[in-house]
């Protein structure tokens, strides 16, 4: 057993964890921990001098162990798990600066204010019956209501107490000097059909009508909706209202996360120039896809170029936000593992298929069994 994979489960979510240890060599589990404490993994590591390789995720408890166990042994930090890490990271970053988001993008298509972009708008205020939306009218509402009594003098607190409203809510209306900048977040709230508009309109273009057809197609991809929500998106294209471009996409900090994750070149062309658009707005954003870019790319082809690593992480801790620098210190606290990850094809994979594993024998088990049942079935289970 020389190639270790190790890493946690839950016994009772949120409350009680346990370790999973597994032999790379038949992907079977070879014990089970009652807890996922550095001292509880090194202790089973010194009655295990033959391990050589081991295969964890970026849990410090799982490398101090290790570190103490079993010093002998090469610790190699899962690929996934660190470009997961990269991500979130990048995700906190553009959630601070979620405000660039609801500007529309409009280089994708060279629509200006006063063009079809402003259309758009005027029609997105607009239920399908061609009615004004309810929210827009009690927003525009809200908002004259709410700055005629600060030009009278009136305290945001007498405000709030009047109109019933907390007072998150009337600072968010005082602080917006014009009503579009909360309509503009009010009518672009995302929904379960955003991530089909673009399939839905070539579609459409193609001479596919059906809305029961099309549903059944994007039901394939992933939609979670139901046939009525598809037939309110395809309203105005009945009446005639078929826009001459593509729908541009509603950004939302998850989309624009996945824009920076994936690879440049299995990115579509408005995505591409969506993003560009975005870095030209925001230069933060524009460092965060270049350093989220640069170690995606290392870690997905392997590239272990002489001190490309260390290079990373000095420019993100000199110039890098500050989400990025955590991540920084703690990939140089453990720089050997993630080296490893550049150097070898060592994953755990098979780690996390046991994990899954677990889960299903829990469901099976109701959970009215001790933990020491538990280890036997995990154990014992084909």
């Known amino acids: ?6 890493d946690e489960f839950a016994v009772r979510r949120g409350r009680t964890y346990a370790t999973i240890l597994i032999g790379m060599a038949a992907h079977r589990p070879i014990d089970v921990l009652a807890d996922r404490a550095a001292a509880t993994f090194a202790s089973w590591l010194r009655n295990h001098p033959e391990v050589r390789i081991i295969c964890r995720d970026r849990a410090g408890s799982y490398r101090d162990g290790a570190q103490t166990g079993a010093p002998q042994a090469r610790q190699v930090a899962d690929a996934w798990h660190l470009l997961n890490n990269l991500a979130q990271a990048v995700e906190r ?9 609801r500007q529309p993008l409009t280089s994708h298509d060279d629509r200006s204010d006063e063009g079809p972009a402003s259309e758009g708008r005027d029609r997105a205020e607009l239920d399908i019956h061609g009615r004004p939306r309810p929210l827009v ?3 525009r509402e809200r908002h004259q209501q709410i700055h005629e009594r600060i030009e009278r003098g009136d305290s945001l607190r007498a405000i709030a107490r009047d109109l019933q409203l907390s007072r998150g809510t009337v600072n968010r209306f005082a602080r ?11 009518i672009h709230r995302p929904t379960l059909i955003d991530d089909y508009r ?13 809305a029961s057809a099309l549903t059944r197609e994007i039901q394939r991809l992933g939609y979670r909706g139901d046939v009525n929500t598809v037939r309110r998106h395809l309203k105005p294209y009945r009446n005639g209202a078929i826009p001459t471009t593509a729908p541009l996409p509603h950004l939302t900090v998850r989309r624009v996360t996945d824009w920076i994750m994936r690879r440049p070149e299995h990115l579509t062309d408005a995505e591409r120039k969506g993003l560009d658009e975005l870095c030209e707005r925001n230069h933060v954003l524009a460092t965060t896809v270049e350093y989220a870019r640069r170690l995606a790319l290392m870690v997905r082809d392997r590239r272990s170029e002489h001190l490309a690593l260390d290079v990373w992480i000095a420019d993100v801790r000199l110039d890098g936000q500050q989400e990025l620098r955590t991540l920084a210190n703690g990939m140089r606290r453990d720089r050997a593992a993630i080296q490893a990850t550049l150097t070898t094809t060592y994953t755990s994979g098979a780690v996390e298929g046991n994990v899954t594993r677990i889960k299903l024998l829990k469901r099976q088990m109701y959970g009215r069994a001790n933990f020491d049942l538990l280890r036997r079935r995990i154990l014992l289970s084909p």
């Open 1 to 6: 057993m020389p190639h270790l994979g190790v």
């Open 93 to 101: 970053v553009i959630g601070r600066h979620r405000s660039d988001l």
């Open 137 to 139: 009218a009690r927003t």
């Open 176 to 186: 917006a000097a014009e009503v579009d900048e909360l309509l503009l977040a009010a």
């Open 198 to 210: 673009l399939y839905l309109h070539h579609r459409w273009m193609e001479g596919c009508t059906s």
